[in-house]
């Protein structure tokens, strides 16, 4: 192998990531505030998956990392498009779900509890499935709407 095989290899490596980087830029520019939210979900529920992995594993600094990823995309992400004002009692439930949720996977990385984790992949699920389904229902009534039905 010479430095240009290595060069190649390299830009083969960037070249993926970038490529990946595009994909997820053109899906984020194009999806709908409700997509946006569900990718967000989507995101957070994968990284708890990882970090149990990780954890049976004993990987912690990946574990760390994952779980890391996961509160910064419910704090930063999934709390932060609350409106609070707007958002009545469900915009307050999902609050107090974010924020035990987040307590949640800083135990379960403290205690390296997979179980504990995998709370949290189960209340993410719950609050993405019923998400999902208001946009079904959401959709229906645009379509219904606009068909003068």
């Not at 010479?2 to 990946?20: E, H, L, Q, S, T």
């Not at 967000?40 to 912690?60: F, G, P, Q, T």
């Not at 995998?118 to 709407?145: F, L, N, P, T, Y």
Request: some cysteine; charged content about 20%; proline content about 1%.
């Amino acid at each position: 192998m010479n430095a240009f095989d290595v060069n190649v290899d390299i830009a083969r490596m960037y070249g993926a990531k970038a490529y990946k980087s595009v994909d997820l830029n053109t899906a984020v520019i194009s999806a709908t505030p409700h997509g946006l939210i569900t990718m967000l979900m989507d995101e957070a529920i994968k990284r708890m998956r990882l970090a149990v992995i990780h954890m049976e594993e004993r990987r912690y600094a990946e574990k760390g990392t994952c779980i890391g990823k996961a509160i910064q995309i419910i704090q930063d992400g999934l709390m932060a498009a609350l409106n609070m004002e707007e958002g009545g009692e469900i915009a307050l439930r999902l609050k107090g779900l974010y924020e035990y949720t987040t307590q949640q996977l800083v135990l379960s990385s403290a205690r390296n509890d997979p179980a504990l984790l995998q709370v949290c992949i189960d209340i993410m699920g719950e609050i993405r499935a019923g998400w999902v389904e208001i946009a079904h229902v959401a959709d229906s009534a645009a379509k219904s709407a606009s068909a003068g039905v």
